[in-house]
């Protein structure tokens, strides 16, 4: 017992030794074989240090892109002219049924019940129906059941969309009005712009009417800002649809040119209005 500690440490030194000479060698000679080997190892870790640093700067970047494009979105949703409240979708179909959008605003923020709410500047996709303290419930007019007057440019008819659910509008006309795929759909009660364009037309030339099924120029999983009106809808007589109809069919016709580049005069007649007036008149008298 007392001479085998000392035989082990005998031992252990004796088998070190190499190791010891090798691991020094390694260090700190300068002979070409253990340079290369420091200096390949000495780069190996760079190469990773590096690697590590690029994956960082490309999650980074990651997230200022995603950054800038919510700034972009939340700036597309001011109007100068309208004072709204933005708010975030917390939930929408198909976690919550009938078109119904849940958004993170409400009465603490002044969201009131019958407010319109916008995706972007002018469109206008539902209302506010329920309140509560930091939360609100928006129906949309997709919703499956709900009626609503629509104006729909081409055949430039006013008629009435019934909801589909999903995003989608029903509307019906009479076999020989010429219901066209991409013709704009506009809600005039939401004051607003288009709501939307026709996908597809169902018409079997032996029924009496054809259907017309129009989607929301923005899907509704795409949704992830609103903005809500501050003051709550209220009912819209003929005149003012007409004015609805003629607004909403300039927006759709102007194009935002940069400055310097749009050669204009100082006074800028539109004929649009006046065509979508008679238009209108036409209208009346179907």
């Not at 009131?112 to 129906?139: D, E, M, R």
């Not at 607004?247 to 649009?272: H, N, Y």
């Amino acid at each position: 017992m007392w001479l085998l500690p000392q035989a082990l440490g005998f031992v252990s030194a004796t088998v070190l030794v190499p190791y010891n000479y090798v691991e020094s060698w390694f260090i700190s000679s300068s002979s070409a074989l253990p340079s290369y080997l420091r200096d390949r190892d000495s780069i190996v870790n760079k190469q990773l240090e590096l690697e590590h640093q690029l994956a960082s700067y490309e999650s980074l970047e990651d997230q200022v892109s995603v950054l800038a494009e919510e700034n972009k979105l939340l700036r597309s949703l001011s109007v100068e002219d309208e004072d709204r409240i933005t708010a975030s979708v917390v939930m929408r179909p198909s976690y919550l049924p009938y078109d119904v959008l849940l958004i993170g605003q409400g009465s603490e923020a002044g969201v009131k019940v019958g407010a319109p709410v916008y995706v972007g500047k002018h469109q206008s996709i539902g209302f506010v129906t329920a309140v509560y303290a930091n939360t609100s419930l928006v129906i949309l007019a997709t919703s499956p059941g709900y009626e609503s007057t629509v104006y729909i440019y081409g055949p430039d008819i006013y008629t009435t969309a019934i909801g589909e659910g999903g995003g989608v509008l029903k509307v019906s006309v009479p076999q020989g009005i010429p219901l066209e795929v991409g013709s704009k759909v506009i809600i005039p009660a939401f004051k607003s712009g288009v709501f939307g364009s026709i996908s597809y037309v169902e018409s079997v030339p032996s029924e009496p009417q054809q259907n017309g099924y129009v989607s929301m120029d923005i899907p509704l999983s795409s949704i992830r800002f609103v903005s809500i009106g501050k003051e709550v809808l209220d009912d819209v007589l003929f005149a003012e649809a007409k004015e609805v109809v003629s607004r909403a069919k300039q927006d759709f016709l102007t194009v935002p040119v940069p400055e310097g580049i749009l050669i204009d005069t100082p006074t800028t007649t539109t004929p649009t209005s006046t065509s979508t007036e008679e238009i209108s008149s036409s209208t009346e008298s179907l």
